[in-house]
């Protein structure tokens, strides 16, 4: 990555495009996706079209979310692509994370071709009042 | 013989091989008159003054940063937010049908609309994008008319959403599908 970031003009001037994945892989694409933050959780959500529950891998290691996502649509025989624009790349998105949220309570949901990951904030960094007495 | 030999002079201008020639005169020998054609120079305007303190490769820096973006983009199925109301179709066809698939993550299915006017199938439809906590819910529409190649049964267009997208099948008229008459040989 240190090499990309010599090459890449945008990325070497320290600017990044938001809302895009920082690790790109070889024949994968980055998917859109949109992080919503409540009081309670941090809500992420994931655009994969074509995917299914049996083609997604979702994990969370030390410090990082990452996500696979294969197509499982395969062009049935005898059909001829007249054009086409959809790519056939798996998607892969890794997200870096301060371990600020309950490990135990994520929950994930695939709806429609989008993923949407709940990610409840630990008690510690819940906003909190202090009555002042 | 006087009236060939201008003749062969003039052809040998219309071919780009020989464009040097150009640059030397070309003499009508009927009329005697000489013409030269000469590059035109395009008129050249003040020297653009350079403003203190921006880089003087600040516009090229900016032309790399489109290429580099525009090639990235490539890459990514939205490269930004605002291209949510974009979205990516194929086409396909088959000996009965044409298919057109398109990707449309997240939108309710009584939210698209499917339409066949003439030639054009056109598929419409309102995402909504959940805001954050105190912000309303973001609507996004989107639409995107296709031109279909060929002549199809209009009525009996179909069409399902799975998994966030959407096929759309569009079967071919009879006189459009290929037909194998045999033909027999006394």
């Known amino acids: 990555m240190?090499?990309?970031?010599?090459?890449?003009?945008?990325?070497?001037?320290?600017?990044?495009p938001a809302g895009r994945s920082e690790v790109s892989t070889t024949g994968t694409v980055a998917p859109f996706y949109k992080i919503n933050e409540t009081d309670e959780a941090y809500e992420l959500h994931v655009f994969l079209p074509g995917v299914t529950k049996e083609g997604l891998e979702l994990s969370l290691e030390k410090g990082e979310i990452s996500i696979v996502a294969r197509r499982e649509w395969k062009k049935p025989e005898g059909w001829t692509p007249l054009y086409r624009e959809i790519r056939t790349a798996d998607f892969t998105l890794t997200l870096r994370h301060d371990n600020t949220f309950d490990s135990e309570r994520v929950?994930?949901?695939?709806?429609?071709?989008?993923?949407?990951?709940?990610l409840p904030k630990a008690e510690a960094v819940k906003p909190r009042k202090i009555q002042v007495g | 013989?006087?009236?060939?030999?201008?003749?062969?002079?003039?052809?040998?201008?219309?071919q780009p091989s020989r464009r040097a020639e150009l640059a030397a005169p070309i003499t009508n020998t009927e009329t005697k008159t000489t013409m030269t054609i000469v590059r035109y120079n395009y008129p050249r305007t003040s020297l653009t003054p350079l403003v203190r303190g921006a880089s003087p490769w600040s516009s090229f820096e900016r032309e790399l940063d489109r290429l580099f973006t525009s090639a990235v983009s490539d890459f990514a199925v939205f490269s930004n937010a605002g291209d949510l109301d974009h979205f990516p179709v194929d086409l396909y066809e088959d000996a009965d049908n044409h298919y057109v698939r398109a990707e449309l993550p997240g939108v309710e299915r009584s939210e698209i609309n499917v339409e066949m006017v003439e030639d054009y199938l056109t598929i419409s439809g309102k995402r909504v994008v959940p805001g954050s906590e105190g912000q309303p819910a973001e609507t996004l529409e989107f639409t995107r008319s296709l031109a279909i190649p060929e002549a199809?049964?209009?009525?009996?267009v179909a069409a399902v959403y799975e998994n966030g997208v959407l096929t759309v099948t569009l079967p071919k008229r009879e006189e459009a599908k290929p037909r194998k008459i045999s033909i027999e040989v006394k």
């Open chain 2, 1 to 14: 013989m006087h009236r060939e030999a201008a003749g062969t002079r003039a052809a040998p201008v219309m």
């Open chain 1, 2 to 16: 240190s090499v990309l970031n010599t090459l890449l003009p945008r990325r070497s001037r320290g600017e990044t």
């Open chain 1, 107 to 118: 929950r994930a949901e695939l709806k429609d071709g989008v993923l949407r990951v709940t």
């Open chain 2, 152 to 156: 199809v049964q209009a009525d009996k």
